[in-house]
């Protein structure tokens, strides 16, 4: 899995490098019954020259330093496929590279067998990215050039090698996108009673739960249990799942990343996600409410999130989770 991909970061501890960033995303496409209008080309993106077949690795080039104001798309190739809007899950191959240096910083891999999975949520995902899949059918190769107020803002990236002016170039193949589904505001299925010993949960009106720990050892091994039961499609593994969560360590009963705060929910892979946060949700149908007490082998043992001091090697975890839609 790519580094844009695979990288966990905060917020949330679950969610992806990709969720959470600075600037305004397009509402091209977000109603399936209106026609759906791309992000328009430019002469920036018209100075990127690609080269190759849809699905194989491309040849790029580009003069450097190559910057824009705003994200520009050019079509390299248009799909026959569905088209990709707001709300549709999709596989994607890219390639991305520092706009300034022209240095490669990331990709996928090409072909099917290399595509990654992800909701095409214009409040999870940085804006640029929405701008440049948005509206392409599948089938389509498309470039982009993506400045830093619709990437990483001010806050640049320094794993990916990506300062606060840089801009960034995106080669990317939809391999596939599905129509879009309507999530839940909240889980709604039917209640079940917490398991001896787990922390107590008090639901507020709009759904969003206060967590309270016991004064008690944590467990050692991952616990999983049911608060509401849904009765919506199945969550299989590697499915792309949006939900609300709130997270709280259990040593210092403290929350330390709740997506009802920020208002928006989470949308992501189980395989994109901490190891025990993946496990509690495969197999469970949307309009469930699940909670689950993650130890630290199946949480940050190996690699603490750097940008959260409130999480160790050593934190149990525990995540009260809403399940509102899954692809």
């Given at each position: 899995m790519s580094k844009l991909l695979s990288t966990i970061a905060l917020a949330g501890v679950i969610a992806l490098t990709l969720v959470g960033c600075s600037g305004t995303a397009s509402t091209n496409?977000?109603?399936?019954?209106?026609?759906?209008?791309?992000?328009?080309?430019?002469?920036?993106?018209?100075?990127?020259k690609v080269t190759g077949k849809?699905?194989?690795?491309?040849?790029?080039t580009f003069t450097t330093p190559l910057t824009s104001k705003t994200t520009e798309r050019t079509v390299v190739t248009k799909g026959s496929g569905t088209v990709a809007r707001s709300g549709s899950a999709v596989t994607l191959n890219y390639a991305v590279y520092n706009a300034t240096t022209g240095k490669q910083i990331d990709t996928t891999g090409f072909g099917s067998a290399n595509a990654q999975p992800l909701t095409l949520d214009?409040?999870?995902i940085i804006p640029g990215l929405y701008k440049a899949v948005a509206c392409a059918p599948a089938g389509s190769r498309v470039d982009a050039v993506i400045p830093p107020v619709d990437a990483f803002?001010?806050?640049?990236?320094?794993s990916l090698g990506i300062s606060a002016t840089d801009s960034i170039v995106f080669v990317i193949?939809?391999?596939?996108?599905?129509k879009p589904i309507k999530a839940l505001a909240k889980a709604n299925g039917t209640s079940q009673p917490a398991p001896t010993g787990y922390p107590t949960v008090k639901l507020a009106k709009d759904g969003s739960p206060t967590i309270t720990i016991p004064k008690t050892a944590p467990p050692t091994t991952l616990k999983i249990a049911d608060l509401k039961k849904?009765?919506?499609?199945?969550?299989?593994?590697?499915?792309?799942v949006t939900v609300h969560y709130t997270g709280v360590v259990w040593e210092t009963g403290k929350t330390f990343d709740s997506s009802w705060t920020r208002g928006t929910p989470a949308t992501f892979t189980t395989s994109g996600v901490i190891p025990g946060f993946g496990k509690?949700?495969?197999?469970?149908?949307?309009?469930?409410?699940?909670?689950?007490?993650?130890?630290?082998?199946?949480?940050?043992?190996?690699?603490?999130?750097?940008?959260?001091t409130d999480i160790t090697a050593t934190s149990t975890l525990v995540f009260v989770v809403d399940i509102l839609a899954t692809q």
């Open positions: 496409g977000n109603t399936a019954s209106t026609a759906c209008v791309g992000t328009k080309a430019g002469d920036n993106s018209a100075k990127i849809f699905g194989a690795d491309p040849t790029v214009e409040k999870s803002g001010t806050a640049g990236s320094a193949d939809v391999v596939t996108a599905t849904g009765t919506g499609a199945t969550v299989k593994d590697g499915a792309s509690a949700l495969v197999g469970q149908k949307v309009g469930s409410q699940v909670i689950a007490i993650i130890p630290p082998a199946d949480g940050y043992a190996a690699a603490p999130p750097a940008n959260q």
